[in-house]
């Protein structure tokens, strides 16, 4: 297993069109999160999967946002009608949180998006 | 709430020299504490994590921090920088049983002179 991967890396898009993510986890880990990052900020949390159910969404996640995470592997987000507010890094991270308390997150390289 | 606050948005340190990114947390409850690293163009990665054993935590590249609940802080050090460390930093505090998600600082960026 090579770790998380995320696609594509980069993104150009003008405002108004829908575009679509991927993110593929390490294998077996139960957990997905999604978080966005803009220049010069920290990561700040999207949203998190356990499985298929998604769990939470944070108020950053507008109705435009959509994530699934079909049979519990890989995961999409969507952003449907992008703003130019929307450009960002969108990061991928998965983990196996376990009885014991362990859930460290493993990071893919993200998806630079840019809202001409 | 959870929240983390970076003391400096940017360090500058001559290589060979020791190196100290602070970071303060805010949290109700006992929490789980980390620093991940960001180079360029690259995906971040964990240097340590503290989740309640011992207070000093060790993580790669010669990284430590200390977890001091009676100030609230959780400060990165490394005895001596190499020029490979220059990158951004970020602390980051989270709760197992709020699903684990992470809750970052603003970053540190860290610069190496030779």
């Known amino acids: 297993d090579t770790g998380v991967s995320q696609n594509p890396r980069h993104k150009i898009t003008k405002r108004g069109q829908n575009v679509t993510f991927r993110c593929d986890p390490i294998?077996?880990?139960?957990?997905l999160y999604w978080y966005r990052q803009t220049l010069g900020q920290g990561p700040e949390f999207l949203t998190y999967?356990?499985?298929?159910?998604?769990?939470?969404k944070s108020r950053l996640l507008s109705d435009r946002f959509s994530a699934e995470r079909p049979k519990g592997s890989f995961s999409t987000l969507e952003i449907q009608r992008t703003e130019q507010g929307d450009s960002a890094m969108y990061l991928c991270a998965s983990s196996l949180a376990d009885t014991a308390g362990n859930y460290e997150q493993y990071f893919g390289p993200g998806t630079r998006l840019t809202v001409t | 709430a959870q929240s983390v606050t970076q003391l400096d948005s940017h360090v500058s340190v001559s290589e060979g020299t020791p190196v100290l990114l602070r970071c303060n947390y805010s949290?109700?409850?006992?929490?789980?504490l980390f620093w991940y690293v960001q180079h360029p163009n690259k995906g971040l990665q964990l240097l340590l994590k503290y989740t309640s054993a011992a207070t000093l935590v060790k993580g790669i590249n010669g990284f430590e921090a200390e977890f001091k609940k009676s100030e609230t802080s959780f400060h990165l050090t490394k005895p001596s920088a190499h020029m490979s460390d220059a990158a951004e930093y970020f602390c980051v505090v989270s709760r197992y049983n709020q699903g684990g998600k992470l809750i970052f600082g603003q970053g540190t960026e860290l610069s190496v002179k030779p």
């Open positions: 999967f356990q499985n298929e159910a998604q769990l939470e």
């Open positions: 294998s077996e880990h139960n957990r």
């Open positions: 949290s109700s409850y006992s929490p789980s």
